[in-house]
């Protein structure tokens, strides 16, 4: 029995698939979140955001910052989500100056998700 093209084609290309995906959120002056991937320098207060979409098996952790310029908020998932796998937002705050590497461990990928912010006054 032959099988529908498009089925084929997802058998073809779900391996390459198998990373995560990093989509970027809102960036704009007006007290929106900034994109945690791309934020570089923030100053103290700032909210930091990133959407991290799996496709595949596994899901992103808890994430290990590495120092207190940075505080965790809180992750939820999206209410419309991709039947592939999870899409998680990651919500921070710049909460001191200094510089923080942030570390988000992948349950089932050797390679977690990391960015560095450097926080100012």
Known sequence: MRTAPLLDLMR???PLLSSAVILATACSSDGAALDLSTAGTVSVGRKLSVTLQTI????YGTPEISSDAVEFLEMT???LQNP????QVYEFRAAA???ADVVIP???RAEP???S?????
């Open 56 to 59: 595949g098996p596994g899901s």
């Open 113 to 115: 998700y990391e960015a």
């Open 97 to 99: 100056p200094g510089p």
């Open 12 to 14: 073809a290309i779900t």
């Open 106 to 108: 992948h349950s089932v």
């Open 77 to 79: 998932f999206p209410e």
């Open 84 to 87: 592939g796998g999870p899409m």
């Open 117 to 121: 912010v450097t926080v100012r006054k």
